[in-house]
């Protein structure tokens, strides 16, 4: 049986498409509100908080609002308080939100280079390839979150974070009590989805393009598939 081998270049702009749809699924679950609005009920929110759905839903409006990189100004609460680390927490917390806009943004343009050239060069290798490269992240990431997802949790804000402004105080910032840990285990699978929905569009793609293309595998020293 013959030995399919890509290019290490294959296995790079597999990484510039998961980079693709990891920044696109980081921004499309933050402005996907439904997914908060459901767990508000799911999670039961307003019981275990002691506001009201319709207090909790225009807070976390304001949170989200806030944090898109089109928002002028500083960040307030309609109803709750909130103290100056716990700002500057979601400030932070903005910027890296600001940074996978860019990211999208960049990997968008190199992917729309990489289809361009590779359809001229009448070559889908690179989209089974990808598509592979991209399920490697989300496994691995689920994985780590099935295990532990509290120290999972821990070790992705003490990687993003240089200080511990995250510890929030329900005293002082009673925002935390309307973000359970759980919303954010959601959002992680939201976007662990995204990721694999989009390696399935570049398999799909690839199986429909192979016989046009009539690709070869290339022989040359690679990764082994």
């Not at 940074?99 to 960049?106: C, N, S």
């Amino acid at each position: 049986m013959k030995v399919k081998k890509f290019k290490t270049s294959d296995i790079f702009i597999g990484l510039v498409f998961t980079l693709l749809f990891l920044s696109i699924g980081v921004i499309f679950t933050i402005n996907f509100r439904p997914l908060y609005y459901l767990d508000v009920n799911i999670l039961n929110i307003p019981e275990k908080s002691g506001y009201s759905k319709d207090e909790i839903i225009v807070n976390y409006d304001a949170l989200i609002d806030y944090s898109s990189p089109f928002y002028k100004g500083e960040l307030s609460f309609p109803t709750l308080e909130s103290s100056p680390s716990g700002i500057r927490h979601f400030k932070e917390v903005k910027d890296i939100f600001i940074f996978f806009y860019g990211l999208a943004i960049v990997s968008i343009t190199a992917a729309i280079s990489i289809i361009i050239y590779k359809s001229k060069k009448r070559d889908a290798s690179y989209l089974l390839a990808s598509s592979l490269t991209a399920i490697i992240f989300p496994t691995v990431t689920f994985l780590f979150l099935a295990i532990d997802f509290d120290k999972a949790f821990v070790i992705f804000h003490k990687i993003f974070f240089n200080n511990d402004y995250w510890l929030f105080d329900p005293a002082t910032d009673p925002v935390i009590n309307i973000l359970p840990s759980t919303f954010f285990l959601h959002c992680a699978l939201m976007i662990i989805v995204f990721i694999l929905l989009g390696s399935l569009i570049l398999y799909m793609t690839y199986l429909k393009l192979k016989p046009r293309t009539g690709i070869k595998y290339r022989k040359n020293r690679g990764l082994n598939l």
